[in-house]
């Protein structure tokens, strides 16, 4: 079991930047596979970046991918997202996911855990 918990998110001018943290509690931090998805009002939820257990692998979503990074931290149980170059359609509350996986992981339907989701709001 692990739970996990956002935080970082709020308003940004297009442009801008925000970091994500995730922290997770339970045991075997090191042994998931780190999601981050996000779900704008009236779409679904899509994926946005994933990290291996080691961080070694990452894989983003084209719409994402040059201006998102992704990484961990196994010592402190936390996954991050840096969002850089905002655009308002980035828009959206962005979720942490987690699964004990040997590679990443893309689709939300792998994922066992889920954080409650904090908002990112990028105004033009």
């Known amino acids: 079991q692990v739970q996990l918990v956002e935080s970082g998110g709020g308003l940004v001018q297009a442009g801008g930047s925000l970091r994500l943290a995730c922290a997770a509690s339970g045991r075997a931090f090191s042994s998931y596979v780190m999601g981050w998805f996000r779900q704008a009002p009236g779409k679904e939820r899509e994926f946005v970046a994933a990290i291996s257990w080691s961080g070694a692998s990452t894989y983003y979503a084209d719409s994402v991918k040059g201006r998102f990074t992704i990484s961990r931290n196994n010592a402190k149980n936390t996954v991050y997202l840096q969002m850089n170059s905002l655009k308002p359609e980035d828009t959206a509350v962005y979720y942490c996911?987690?699964?004990?996986?040997?590679?990443?992981?893309?689709?939300?339907?792998?994922?066992?855990?889920w954080g409650q989701g904090t908002q990112v709001t990028v105004s033009s």
């Open positions: 996911a987690a699964v004990i996986a040997h590679k990443v992981v893309i689709s939300g339907a792998d994922y066992n855990y």
